[in-house]
């Protein structure tokens, strides 16, 4: 036996006694790990910075023998590749990094179908590809993409030389971008992460299509989201990163994989005690979204769960950050016995809000959860929650391709003395340090 494999059995001894992983299997190192971009975005209301919206993005890089990179959301709340194309001479794509068709020797025009462009014909298939915010319209590509830079060569490298990073993949060339979210944000792209059976072919499943052709010993990706702004956020493929994990990974089966959604199915909610009504048949469901930032919740409940979650802060301090105040548990239960349990650490706004009595001529500040109300939607129903970033922050979260199941883990937050000396990141529009201002409202 060598040193490498004794040395690779006792760790993955340890794990197993530490509980990180469970008898019988062997931790898999990831094909890649892609370090993510942070973003904040000011929400303002009556001239007022309220909240922050976030967005985590990393690189990927299209074509060959020369790549072409961008970064993207990687997002499990939809399923197609779309890139900006350099046809599109908006500011909304201009201000973006574009896809040159012509600088590439392995992109091929299809249609819809997957079938080539017939020579010489002027008619290009369109497809028009909605999100929670914005839209985009855009023609179709066979292409190469990879998830790390490989250098260029003079001659076009078959597929799987290049190595197991990269995928042949149907991509969406974006014709149009609507200015929400792509003038705001600094992301290029969005890669979908559903299930296949959420893209309008399995072709166009990035992970499908890295399953299928790369031969890869295990079929899962891994997300972690970072607190600190001073360590990157994380995306793992081919395999979880064992050392974000601080509790073993709690498997739960996806729910109707039909759909195409990370959804499971959601037991009960139990927001600071109380049990929601609306969820005590059993069928409410809980979808996890990475390109979402905040919880969501139907609007029926919102109101309900924000005056459960919403605290008084006692001697009115003039600031405060809510994040750092104590309050109650929110708890989804899921199949399986395993509970996602969200502390006001992860659910508060930062934003407190002080609410000014002229009656009393008094003031009170108030901590408050960040909710996103979720409409009814003929897919996902009247019963969906939606477990962004929040609760993403607090479990570290794999998605078992194969085996359709996602499994939970209490995530290890890095230590100040693994800040980088080099970032491998980037972070825009921080907010300033320090408690921010509560908002003011007049009763």
């Known amino acids: 036996m060598t040193l490498f494999a004794s040395m690779f059995k006792l760790f993955a001894g ?88 012509n600088e590439s020797g392995t992109a091929v025009d299809i249609d819809h179908d997957g079938n080539p462009v017939k020579k010489n014909s002027t008619r290009r298939d369109q497809v028009n590809i909605a999100f929670g915010t914005g839209e985009v319209t855009g023609e179709f590509v066979r292409e190469t993409v990879c998830l790390s830079p490989h250098e260029p060569s003079t001659e076009v490298a078959p597929l799987g030389s290049a190595g197991k990073d990269c995928t042949e993949l149907r991509v969406i060339l974006a014709s149009e971008m609507t200015k929400e979210p792509f003038m705001t944000f600094e992301f290029d792209g969005v890669l979908g992460l559903g299930l296949a059976s959420l893209a309008v072919d399995p072709e166009f499943s990035f992970f499908g299509q890295m399953a299928k052709m790369n031969g890869l010993k295990e079929q899962t990706f891994g997300y972690f989201l970072s607190r600190s ?14 050392r974000r994990l601080a509790s073993p990974l709690q498997w739960v089966p996806v729910h109707k994989p039909e759909l195409g959604y990370w959804q499971l199915r959601l037991l009960g909610v139990i927001v600071a005690g109380e049990r929601l009504p609306l969820c005590e048949e059993g069928d409410c469901v809980a979808i996890a979204d990475t390109g979402t930032s905040l919880l969501g919740a139907p609007r029926a409940v919102t109101q309900r769960m924000h005056w459960l979650l919403a605290r008084k802060v006692p001697e009115n301090p003039a600031e405060i950050d809510c994040r750092t105040f104590p309050g109650p548990e929110l708890i989804f239960q899921l199949e399986d016995g395993v509970n996602v349990t969200i502390g006001a650490e992860d659910y508060s706004r930062a934003t407190g809000m002080r609410v000014l009595n002229n009656k009393t001529n ?6 408050r959860a960040s909710l996103l109300p979720v409409d009814d939607g003929e897919v996902l129903g009247p019963k969906a929650f939606i477990l962004g970033e929040p609760a993403l922050r607090k479990y570290y979260t794999a998605y078992d391709w194969k085996r359709q199941r996602i499994g939970f883990g209490l995530s290890v937050q890095p230590k100040p003395e693994e800040v980088p000396a080099e970032p491998r990141h980037s972070i825009y529009g921080a ?13």
């Not at 909240?51 to 074509?63: L, P, R």
């Not at 993207?72 to 599109?88: I, K, M, N, Q, R």
């Not at 907010?431 to 409202?441: A, F, I, Q, R, Y």
């Open 14 to 101: 340890l794990a197993v006694a530490n509980g990180l992983v469970r008898e019988g299997t062997v931790p898999v190192n990831p094909v890649a790990t892609i370090p993510l971009d942070k973003q904040y975005v000011p929400v303002i209301r009556n001239n007022k910075i309220v909240s922050y919206k976030t967005a985590y993005f990393g690189k990927i890089h299209v074509g060959m023998p020369r790549q072409q990179t961008f970064t993207v959301v990687f997002d499990t709340g939809s399923a197609h590749l779309f890139v900006p194309s350099a046809t599109c001479n908006t500011e909304t794509c201009t201000r973006h990094r574009r896809f040159f068709r």
């Open 229 to 242: 702004d001073s360590v990157p956020s994380e995306i793992s493929f081919g395999g979880h990163d064992a």
């Open 362 to 367: 008094s003031s009170q500040l108030i901590c």
């Open 431 to 443: 907010p300033p340090s320090g408690p921010p201002t509560p908002t003011e409202v007049v009763v």
